[in-house]
């Protein structure tokens, strides 16, 4: 079964920082580009990041440009959501999402989301 | 950056209703829109890709159609468990840009 599975989140206070997982499985991982996907609560849909197969592009959104690293390590089908500097408006449900091309493409199998709260 | 905006933002319905939701894009991005379906305390499902492909196990009664700037998506029939927010999505370049929902209620 193809799955995504994200982990890391949690309540940070303004100015932290977290560092987000999705562990993948069922499919070629490094074949993917994955994207982290945010919402914040009653919100809709925001692109964050995404990362191509191999890990050598990266794009951001500009909202979290120069304080978000996205990476992955192939070898443990795991992407990665470094966040520092975080800022109460970061508050929202992150979503891994999968892909369908290497660099790009519709998103076909997502994860059930990790929570990020920040607050003092 | 590609805007995406969806019309209408809510969306009152019976069940047996035909829906249709539009989304247009800021600039043309021929036929590289996704939908997605998300249901409250869950996350987003992909319908349809590359503006009218249904996703494997979406039911027929689900179409995407356009191209260029204007696209939509209808449900023929729209069923009890149809009701939910529906997002379109550009995926012509890699800042997928999604369009503000559309929230199908039971009238």
């Known amino acids: 079964e193809v799955q995504l599975v994200e982990s890391g989140g949690g309540l940070v206070q303004p100015g932290g920082s977290l560092r987000l997982s999705c562990a993948a499985s069922?499919?070629?991982?490094?074949?993917?580009?994955i994207t982290w996907v945010r919402q914040t609560p009653g919100k809709g849909l925001e692109w964050v990041s995404t990362?191509?197969?191999?890990?050598?592009?990266?794009y951001y959104a500009e909202s979290v440009t120069g304080r978000f690293t996205i990476s992955r390590d192939n070898s443990k089908d795991t992407l990665y959501l470094e966040m520092n500097s975080l800022r109460a408006e970061d508050t929202a449900i992150y979503y891994c999402?999968?892909?369908?091309?290497?660099?790009?493409?519709?998103?076909?199998?997502w994860g059930k989301g990790a929570t990020v709260t920040v607050s003092s | 950056d590609i805007q995406m905006t969806q019309s209408p933002s809510t969306l009152s319905a019976s069940v047996g209703d035909r829906v249709t939701i539009t989304c247009r894009a800021s600039?043309?991005?021929?036929?590289?829109l996704a939908w997605y379906q998300q249901k409250p305390g869950k996350a987003p499902k992909l319908l349809i890709y590359?503006?009218?492909n249904l996703q494997s196990g979406v039911p027929s009664r689900f179409s995407g159609s356009g191209s260029g700037t204007e696209f939509t998506l209808t449900i023929t029939s729209l069923q009890p468990d149809d009701f939910a927010t529906y997002y379109c999505?550009?995926?012509?370049?890699?800042?997928?840009?999604f369009g503000g929902g559309t929230k199908v209620e039971i009238k």
């Open positions: 999402a999968k892909a369908n091309g290497v660099l790009t493409g519709f998103l076909d199998v």
């Open positions: 590359k503006s009218s």
């Open positions: 999505q550009q995926h012509d370049i890699y800042s997928l840009t």
């Open positions: 990362i191509g197969g191999r890990g050598i592009f990266t």
């Open positions: 600039q043309s991005i021929g036929v590289l």
């Open positions: 069922g499919f070629t991982f490094s074949t993917y580009a």
